[in-house]
């Protein structure tokens, strides 16, 4: 797995339950090494053992962690990076749905070895969606959840979010939204530069 | 008929950097986010070209020269600042009256997002901006990401070559290998022999013809007395232009001073580098592992020290074995008048 997914469980796993719990975590997984770099490739097995002693660590069932790893991506500091990057996908919260077609392409764009799983949003009727997840990366669905929860806080829009369950590996998640313009959302200027 | 303010409606919406010109050069419409450049001032009816400086073509000061420009892209700028960097291209309207020119940022969209706080609202839906923003932002994000690992990977290779006991420029071994293996026959109690060689004239060689050249010589030097040893010999370089070799098992002088002779002799040979030759001499001084009493490695080297500095003593290009006498002479020497010692090398 792509030492940036590696990298950003490590950086959610830090800065929510402390650097000690995640070198536990790194221990009982066997790692040899506590930093993940975000620029090299890692087996898949490696980060599935993290994963699998995170739970573990943490007592809670995978599901949810991963849904709070989505939610950590867009809304802390550390990885305001990354907000920006989805940001760019649209001036409201409908049109960057529509723009997570092409997520896998831009991650592509960004960084040649960034492998994602290939997304497909349907518009059923106005303000009811789906979003499917194709096969590649066991979770993705789980943490798009959180991606997508925090990102309506974003655009400021009110949604319902629920996880279809997966059939042969590809799984799906509702969408409805009830209100585009529910809250204020946060700022987002073009010009402004992620530190 | 289409009138002006339907042409000006249609070109806001599709190019919202369109300028609209009469033919007298004055400024008819511009698209809103031109205007948003400028809110402070209405751009019609301003003169377009006292508004922007034209960059290229440089010579265009009127508004034939700028219809007569037409088809070739313009780089012009903001007279007032911020200076704000343009591409344009103009295009006659029918019938003389007047012309369209469309503006776009180029690189400078980088500064202008910020300056102007555009959004993408501003820029019309085919146009490329808000893409080349976002490539620009996810590219310097991974770049961040792997200057890191690069970083970090050079600390790691600088702490490897630490550690290394190979000398990268010449191949031989290196301060840290000669020190291990010094320490390990001392406290063997192994015989051997000692040799501290210095070169001549290689600083130079490195003024003159350059550390290229420089770097030429030590390889050549290294090759000759990797050449002039036998394999379980120690050859290391220690320092800019100064080497130890170490002779295991060997004790007689005579074969000692034979080999030392030999590589003064050969590493005077001119070295040819690039249409020059490269001239240099090497010192040389022995210690006999028999001739010290008392066997640490510090003490050891001072001793081939002497024994080398007595030999530059002596004149350049000579050999010369340590004795006691050297380590009195040192001391003598240490004394603060120094009338009786001869000059250093």
Known sequence: MHGLINRAIQSFVCNTYGQSRWIRVTEAAHLGFVEFEAMLVYDDETSQRVLHELCAELGRPRGEILEDLGTYLVSNPNTEALRRLLRFGGVSYVEFLHSLDDLADRALLAVSDLHLPELELHE???????????????GYANVMIGVLRAMADDYGALVMLHHNGSQEQTETISIKLIETAFAEGRRFELGARAV | MIDDSDIAALL?????????LDNTGHIKNVGPTLQKLRPDQDMPGQRFLDLFELLRPRTVTTMPAL???AGAKLHLRFRDQPQTALKGLIVPLPGRQGAAVNLSFGISILDAVRDYAL???????????????YLVEAKSAAMEASRTLNLRLQGAMIAAEEQAFTDTLTGLKNRRAMDHILERLLKAGTPFALMHLDLDFFKSVNDTLGHAAGDHVLQQVARIMVEETRGDDTVARIGGDEFVLIFKLLQDRERLDSIARRLITRLEEPMPFSGDLCRISASIGTVLSSQVTWPDPGTFLQSADLALYAAKRAGRACHCFYSQDLDQNADQNRVPSRANAEPEA
Not at chain 1, 130 to 135: A, D, R, V
């Open chain 1, 124 to 138: 059923h009727k106005p303000a009811e969606f789906t979003l499917t997840c194709h096969p590649g990366l066991p």
């Open chain 2, 12 to 20: 806001g919406r599709l190019c919202p950097m369109f300028v609209l």
């Open chain 2, 67 to 69: 219809l007569a420009s």
């Open chain 2, 119 to 133: 959004t993408s609202a501003d820029f019309s839906g085919t146009d490329l901006a808000i893409e080349l923003l």
